[in-house]
């Protein structure tokens, strides 16, 4: 499989967040600035998920061990995997979501959004969210991890990975970031970490997000198995159709409208304030009179 990938390694990340800043930054995605607007939620996780205006996230896990230390401390990456069969563009009626095929990220035009949010219910991450979300429901539309494809289309890496100290994420050709990614696994299987592995390979018909995960799957918000739920596929050509045929029903609709309303000519009338007539301007009869004290006749 061609195209790039993000590389992240679980076992160099020190949580710093700097990712998450560079990423609101580069994107101009707000945070709220109220004091204390955020309840303590008893972790560093911070937002506790993604939400409409945050596309990525580090996560944190405690777990104890049997080891001096007493507990492995996990932290972890939520954002977009960019599936290698990705879900979300299986299930958008409007061609909203789309892979580019030079990079292989899923990318997205906030322009064809429809708030339909089909995208999540069939994402196996449970990635994209939506702006606009609240009572009133207007507005909807979705935001979400694009790979920074507009800084890579020009050479450069994705925000985060530019702001990452301590060198735990990468960018560049899939094959050479799975490459890296397999002898980082290799080193922490001698140095002890048993369950490290390699995570994004292979999944969803292989991913351009790659994971070295340091500890057990179970330490990391991350599916064992993550597949495209066959409701999608069932669906897909489903909604396909169904959104051909409710753009035509509109424009035959339009037309429609159009037709009927040729030569319709809507006669015009004034009111003389002295007889309280309403003429017709054209004819100059009385449609009707208005009766100031008795009210209209």
Not at 55 to 69: C, G, H, P, S
Not at 147 to 164: K, L, N, Q
Not at 199 to 225: R, S
Request: charged content about 25%.
């Amino acid at each position: 499989m061609s195209g790039v990938a993000i590389y992240y390694d679980a076992s160099r990340c020190t949580a710093c967040k700097g990712c998450q800043v560079a990423c609101k930054t580069w994107n101009e995605l707000p945070s709220p600035l109220e004091k204390n607007s955020q309840e303590w939620s008893g972790s560093l996780q911070n937002p506790p998920d993604l939400n409409g205006n945050t596309r990525l996230v580090m996560t944190f896990r405690e777990a104890d061990n049997d080891t001096k230390w007493g507990i492995d401390w996990a932290f972890g990456r939520r954002s977009c995997m960019h599936c290698g069969e990705p879900a979300c563009v299986i299930a958008c009626p409007t061609g909203c979501l789309q892979k580019d095929e030079d990079t292989g990220f899923v990318v997205l035009d906030t322009d064809k959004c429809i708030g339909c949010q089909y995208c999540r219910s069939a994402c196996p991450f449970d990635v994209p969210r939506h702006t606009g979300v609240g009572l009133d429901g207007m507005g909807i539309t979705i935001n979400k991890c694009t790979g920074c494809v507009d800084r890579v289309r020009h050479d450069r890496s994705p925000a985060c990975v530019t702001a990452c100290q301590p060198e735990a994420l990468d960018f560049g050709p899939r094959d050479e970031m799975i490459a890296k990614a397999e002898a980082r696994v290799a080193t922490l299987h001698e140095r002890g970490f048993d369950k490290a592995r390699v995570y994004g390979k292979d999944e969803v018909g292989g991913c351009h997000t790659i994971h070295v995960l340091k500890y057990g799957l179970e330490m990391y918000e991350l599916p064992e198995n993550p597949q495209v739920p066959e409701f999608t596929r069932a669906e897909d050509g489903v909604m396909k159709v169904l959104t051909g045929v409710g753009a035509a029903g509109v424009v035959a609709g339009l037309g429609l409208s159009f037709l009927t309303g040729v030569g319709y000519h809507r006669d015009e009338q004034r009111y003389d304030e002295k007889t309280g007539d309403i003429i017709d301007v054209d004819t100059g009869e009385v449609v009707r009179h208005i009766d100031k004290e008795a009210g209209e006749r």
